[in-house]
C-alpha cells in the first residue's frame, strides 16, 4: 500500500423518511492511513465531510455484524474489510439487499432476524413434562457443546442473506441464517422437537429444498460458518422424515 494516496468512495445515498430524496451515489474523497478499514473511512467521512451520512456500527470488532453492507459488489462487514484490499483505491458502497432500508448504507437487519424467529419458533423446546426446578441441569458432552458453540458463533449481519440468490428472488425463502439457527436446536438433545416437527417447518421449496446450493452464503460468511454443511444436514434429516 503507498501511503497517503486518496481513496475514492462511490456510496449509496437515499433517506426514504425525506420528502423528495431520491436514491443516487455520491462520490467522496479521503486520505489513506496504514491499517484503514472501510469502517475507519466511513466515520472519518462522516465526522470531517457529510455528518449526514448514515451506516451502523456498533463492536468494531466484527461481533456485532451491524456495518455489514455491500463494498465493490460483495456483502460483507466494513470493519474487517481493509482499504489496502483495493489497488485502485476506488471503493464503491451499498446498503445489503433484502432488507427494509433505514437510510443510505443501514437497513434493519434486526426486524428480519425477530421476524425469523418468530417464523421459525428460534428457542429451545424442552420436555416441560421432564421439568424439576430444583434439580440440577443435565451435563452436555464436549462433542455436542462444540457442535452447538460453532453454530452460535453467527452475529445474524445478514451477508448470508444478501448472497442468496434464492433469498433475493423468493422472499419467503428463510436462507441460510434461518437454516443455520434451526440447525442449531435440532442438534441439541435438550430439545424435544423430532424430525416431523422440523419437516413442517422447513422440509419445502422455502427451506432445505429451495436452496439451489449456489455457496452464496458459505463463500461470503465473514465468520466463516459451514452453511452448506447444515443445509445438507437437514435435507438429510427432511428425506427421512419423507419415507
Known amino acids: 500500500m503507498s501511503q497517503g494516496r486518496t481513496l475514492t468512495f462511490n456510496i449509496f445515498r437515499y433517506d426514504p423518511q425525506q420528502s423528495g430524496d431520491k436514491p443516487k451515489m455520491v462520490k467522496y474523497q479521503i486520505e489513506e492511513t496504514p491499517g484503514m478499514s472501510v469502517f475507519i473511512a466511513l466515520n472519518q467521512l462522516r465526522e470531517q465531510q457529510d455528518s449526514s451520512l448514515q451506516f451502523d456500527f456498533v463492536c468494531r470488532a466484527g461481533i456485532c455484524g451491524s456495518c455489514a453492507m455491500v463494498i465493490n459488489g460483495f456483502p460483507t462487514l466494513a470493519c474487517r474489510t481493509l482499504t489496502s484490499k483495493y489497488p485502485k483505491g476506488e471503493i464503491t458502497l ?134 452448506m454443511q447444515q443445509i445438507a444436514y437437514l435435507r438429510r434429516k427432511m428425506a427421512v422424515a419423507l419415507v
Not at 452436555?140 to 433475493?168: D, H, I, N, W
Open 94 to 227: 451499498m446498503p445489503l439487499p433484502g432488507f427494509e432500508l433505514i437510510g443510505d448504507l443501514s437497513v434493519n437487519t434486526g426486524k428480519f432476524m425477530r421476524e425469523l424467529a418468530e417464523r421459525l419458533k428460534l428457542w429451545l423446546h424442552p420436555n416441560l413434562d421432564d421439568v424439576d426446578v430444583h434439580r440440577l441441569e443435565a451435563p452436555m458432552a464436549p462433542e455436542e457443546a462444540a457442535k452447538l458453540y460453532e453454530l452460535e458463533r453467527c452475529v445474524e449481519c445478514g451477508v448470508c442473506v444478501s448472497a442468496c440468490a434464492t433469498k433475493q428472488m423468493r422472499e419467503t425463502f428463510v436462507g441460510a441464517v434461518g437454516m443455520m439457527k434451526l440447525a442449531r436446536f435440532e442438534l441439541d438433545s435438550r430439545d424435544q422437537r423430532g424430525v416431523e416437527d422440523f419437516y413442517h417447518v422447513i422440509g419445502n421449496q422455502d427451506g432445505v429444498f429451495g436452496c439451489m446450493t449456489l455457496l452464496g452464503c458459505q463463500d461470503n460468511c465473514p465468520k466463516d460458518l459451514p452453511h
